[in-house]
C-alpha cells in the first residue's frame, strides 16, 4: 500500500490512482470525516493530500489531525477559483508564532 | 509573590542556586525563540511563495485532467483506474531545526504508469497524467513545507510560555523569596544581638 493519500471528489482524485497514490473518494463531510480517521490511526500512512472543497468541511478535524499525529496533511487547491484555505491556515499559524501577522498586512 | 519555605540558611542558599539556574535557562531559552522566529519567518515566506506557484499549477492539472475524463463513461473509467500497477511510496528523513525534527520526504516510485489500453483512453489522458506525475515532487515538498510550519509554530509557543514563565513568575518569585529570607535572618540576628545586649546590661546592674 502506498503511504500517501489522496481525499477528495471522485472526479479529480482518480486520476491519482494511476500515479500510486491511496484514493478515497468522498462527497460529503462524514465521509471525509471518516477516510481522515482512516488515515490517521493506518500507522501507515506519511501524508494526506485533500482538495480544498472537502477540506471546508472538515476544517476543525484537520486542524486537530494537524497538532496531534506525525502526518504531514496538505490542502491542494480549489480548481475555480484561488484557494484561500490553505493561505488562511499559514495566516493562522503565523499569528499564533509570531504575534502579528507578518505576512498579508501590508496588502490589506 | 513568596514561595512558602522556611526561612532559614539552607533554604537560602538552595533558593539563590534555583535562581542562578532560573535565569540562565530563561537566557537560554530567549535566544532559542528568537532563533525560532527566524527561521520561521524564512519558511513562511518560503511557503507563502511555492504555495501561489503550486496552486496555480496544480489547478491547471486538474482542470486539464477533467476535461481528458469528461467524455468517458463510468465503465470506461473503472476499467483504466481500477487497477494501476505504480506505486508511489514516501520515506521520511528527519531534519533538526532548533531541536524540532521536521520531516525531508523522499519520492519513490514503482511500477508502470501507462497501464491502460489505447482505444478506450484519448491522448488527452496522456498528456494529463504525464503532468499529474511531474507534480508529484512539488505536492510533496508542498506537503513537507506545511507541516514544519506547523511543527515550528508549536515550538515557538512552547518556548515562548516557558520563556514568559521564567520571567514573569519564577524569577520574581524566587528573588521575593530571597529578599523575605535575607530579612527575616537579619531581624533575628538583631533581636540575638539586643537580648545579649539586654542580658549583659542586667548582668553588669547586679
Same mark, same amino acid.
Given at each position: ?108 | ?9 539552607? @533554604? ?36 507563502? @511563495? ?42 521520511? *528523513? ?14 519513490? @516510485? ?25 507534480? #508529484? ?29 521564567? *520571567?514573569? #513568575? ?16 537579619? *531581624? ?17 546592674? *547586679?
Amino acid at each position: 500500500m502506498s503511504n500517501i493519500a489522496i481525499i477528495g471528489e471522485k472526479e479529480i482524485v482518480i486520476g491519482f490512482s494511476l500515479i500510486g497514490f491511496q484514493l478515497f473518494p468522498v462527497t460529503d463531510s462524514v465521509e471525509a470525516k471518516d477516510a481522515l480517521e482512516k488515515c490517521t490511526t493506518d500507522g501507515n500512512c506519511q501524508i494526506i493530500f485533500i482538495t480544498d472543497n472537502i477540506a471546508q468541511l472538515v476544517i476543525d478535524e484537520i486542524e486537530q489531525y494537524q497538532r496531534i499525529s506525525p502526518i504531514s496533511i496538505c490542502i491542494l487547491p480549489n480548481r475555480i477559483q484561488d484557494s484561500k484555505l490553505s493561505i488562511e491556515m499559514l495566516r493562522k499559524n503565523v499569528e499564533k508564532a509570531v504575534g502579528t501577522d507578518i505576512l498579508f498586512r501590508k496588502e490589506e | 509573590m513568596i514561595l512558602t519555605v522556611n526561612p532559614n540558611r539552607m @533554604e537560602l542558599l538552595k533558593l539563590k542556586r534555583r535562581l542562578e539556574l532560573a535565569i540562565r535557562g530563561y537566557k537560554l531559552l530567549k535566544d532559542k525563540r528568537d532563533a525560532l522566529i527566524q527561521i520561521f519567518v524564512k519558511l513562511v515566506q518560503e511557503n507563502k @511563495e511555492a504555495r501561489e506557484t503550486f496552486d496555480k499549477k496544480m489547478r491547471e492539472c486538474m482542470n486539464e485532467f477533467l476535461l481528458a475524463t469528461l467524455y468517458m463513461g463510468e465503465n470506461d473509467q473503472n476499467s483504466i483506474f481500477l487497477f494501476p500497477q505504480r506505486k508511489t511510496t514516501v520515506t521520511a *528523513e528527519y531534519q533538526n531545526i532548533m531541536s524540532v525534527k521536521v520531516p525531508r520526504f523522499r519520492v519513490k @516510485e514503482e511500477g508502470k504508469l501507462y497501464t491502460y489500453g489505447m482505444i478506450k483512453a484519448s491522448p488527452e489522458l496522456d498528456n494529463s497524467l504525464k503532468k499529474y506525475h511531474e507534480i #508529484v515532487p512539488l505536492m510533496v515538498k508542498m506537503a513537507e513545507l506545511d507541516k514544519a510550519i506547523i511543527l515550528l509554530t508549536e515550538e515557538i509557543e512552547k518556548t515562548r510560555r516557558r520563556v514568559n514563565a521564567l *520571567e514573569y #513568575v519564577m524569577i520574581p518569585n524566587l528573588k521575593d523569596t530571597i529578599k523575605f529570607i535575607t530579612m527575616k535572618l537579619d *531581624e533575628m540576628a538583631r533581636s540575638a544581638n539586643s537580648a545579649i545586649m539586654r542580658i549583659k546590661e542586667m548582668i553588669r546592674g *547586679e
